[in-house]
């Protein structure tokens, strides 16, 4: 059974920098794609990063050069390093992963940027 479970989010304000973290169970993120999305409120989901079983690296373009996302094996964890926060960067911000044809999604962190 895949389990993802986000922590690390919080209250920042604008220009500083916040981790989340993805601990996973069920699965290896070391040879699984694992993948960062978001919510604001009213909005739709949206893409942030996504992290392949080989290393690479792909981010949307708001986040792009502010936001990294990493993995430690050992740990079983995938990161989001969020940098330079925006009041825009605020929503639910949910870890991912594809397994055995079904996408896993984790319960969410909440982020809130202030002004």
């Known amino acids: 059974q895949v389990q993802l479970v986000e922590s690390g989010g919080g209250l920042v304000q604008a220009g500083g920098s916040l981790r989340l973290s993805c601990a996973a169970s069920?699965?290896?993120?070391?040879?699984?794609?694992m993948g960062w999305y978001r919510q604001a409120p009213g909005k739709q989901r949206e893409f942030v990063a996504t992290l392949g079983s080989a290393g690479s690296t792909n981010y949307a373009q708001s986040v792009k050069s502010r936001f990294t996302i990493s993995r430690d094996n050992a740990k079983n964890t995938v990161y989001l390093q969020m940098n330079s926060l925006k009041p825009e960067d605020t929503a639910v911000y949910y870890c991912?992963?594809?397994?055995?044809?079904?996408?896993?999604w984790g319960q969410g962190t909440q982020v809130t940027v202030s002004s």
């Open positions: 991912n992963t594809i397994w055995m044809g079904y996408t896993h």
């Open positions: 069920g699965i290896a993120v070391s040879i699984n794609a």
